[in-house]
């Protein structure tokens, strides 16, 4: 559970507590909250929601693409046998 220190909108919070509730941090960053994450009690890192201004897609989808309509694939061994002639003696 969230156990950072709240100053104002911004809580803070180590960095070891950031990788274990990694999702509900994402959740509350989600929800507007914003985060100091520290590492050793020293601040290293601000984890803030995006504003939406900035929330625009990159590529858009290609309504003209159809990964379905592709032409199936079939190769001549099995998934198992290629990865284990491409992992070698490793």
Known sequence: MLQGATLGRVRTISQRELRNDNA??????????????????????????????????????NPGSDLAALPRVTASQSTSDLLDDRRGDR
């Open 24 to 61: 509900a941090i994402i959740r509350a960053v989600e929800a507007g909250e914003s985060f100091t994450v520290t590492k050793r009690g020293v601040p290293v890192a601000r984890v803030t929601p995006v504003p939406e201004a900035d929330l625009r897609c990159v590529r858009p989808r």
